[in-house]
């Protein structure tokens, strides 16, 4: 009796122990099943805004995206989603040359915005950035008034001539982002003051008020409350009928929202680019569809 317990009690303590030794079933897929440069679905688009072909950016050795090609539609709303580090940033920041600024960083294949190339050493890249605007994860206004921070871009852009019509431009960005009415009264109060979403709606007036042909928006609601995340993502909408618009987001439930196709990258690599709809409801990739049901990210 006592030996069949004894050898019982052990079969436990050694199923046990056999369970903690056994290696953790990691549900991400294997990098190896990723071809370098093959995307899924839907990448290219008639008459593009931006043409990218096999882009690559380094970090010094280290190799953020890899071959990546992908066109963006004019007035199209695409938004950027994966893991955490698969180069959703990192490739969005290509589109403006924000990445300049990162020293380590090159960048390397063919970008073009309307058919010129991004990367000419001969571009200027204040241009570009007044074309390609960009609104950050955290909102970022100057220390000045709400008319001085809408106001700058337009006055070292040299886009009015007389106060009037910098007024007239300050109010249209104001009214287009959709904070006109609340601030119209208080447009000399200083623009840190403001609530965290009305901070990231003047951002959005601050980009626009250059009048760019394309806004970046890097993660644009992390920071916000649901009802000023409601906010931006109508204005998204609205952006829309004027500009491209790329968004990075980790919601995926704002994806589905606001843009007309998704683009899903993991560890460097795009996997899928697809309309919006087919990527939530039947994702080309088993990968996608991993990562939209959650099995990682
Ligand atoms: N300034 C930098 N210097 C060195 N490596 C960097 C730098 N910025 C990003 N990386 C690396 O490049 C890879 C891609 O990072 P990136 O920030 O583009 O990913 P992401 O998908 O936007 O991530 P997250 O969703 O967490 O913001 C990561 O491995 C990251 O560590």
Redesign the pocket.
């Known amino acids: 009796m006592n030996t069949m317990n004894t050898t019982a009690t052990r079969d436990v303590a050694v199923e046990e122990q056999e369970q903690k030794t056994q290696p953790v079933e990691d549900p991400r897929p294997e990098q190896a099943e990723l071809e370098e440069g093959k995307t899924v679905g839907v990448p290219y688009v008639d008459d593009p805004k931006f043409r990218l072909r096999d882009v690559e950016v380094f ?2 050795e ?1 190799r ?1 995206i890899k071959k990546i090609s992908l066109d963006i539609a004019k007035n199209e709303v695409i938004a950027f989603i ?11 920041r290509c589109l403006n040359r924000m990445n300049d600024s ?1 020293d ?2 090159s960048v390397k294949g063919s970008l073009e915005l309307d058919g010129d190339d991004i990367y000419n050493s001969k571009r200027d890249v204040v241009e570009l950035r007044a074309r390609v605007g960009m609104v950050f994860q955290k909102p970022n206004p100057f220390p000045k008034s709400i008319y001085d921070n809408v106001a700058y871009g337009p006055r070292i852009h040299g886009l009015a001539n007389r106060k009037s019509d910098l007024d007239e431009i300050v109010e249209n960005s104001l009214r287009k982002a959709g904070l006109w009415d609340e601030v119209k009264d208080r447009l000399d109060a200083t623009a840190t003051g403001m609530s965290g979403g009305q901070q990231q709606r003047l951002c959005i007036a601050r980009a626009i008020a250059v009048s760019p042909e394309v806004v970046l928006m890097d ?1 644009p609601c992390s920071a916000l409350d649901p009802i000023a995340t409601a906010k931006v993502e109508e204005l998204i909408a609205e952006l829309s009928e004027s500009y491209t618009i790329v968004i ?1 987001t ?1 919601s995926m439930q704002q994806a589905a929202r606001v843009s007309h196709r998704t683009a899903y ?1 993991h560890l ?1 690599h795009l996997v899928e680019v697809n309309d919006t709809n087919k990527v939530f409801t039947s994702p080309e990739h088993e990968m996608t569809e991993s990562y939209i049901t959650g099995r990682f990210g």
């Open positions: 970090y010094g280290s953020a994966g893991p955490s580090g698969c180069g959703k940033s990192t490739f969005l990162i380590i960083c993660e990075v980790h990258f460097g």
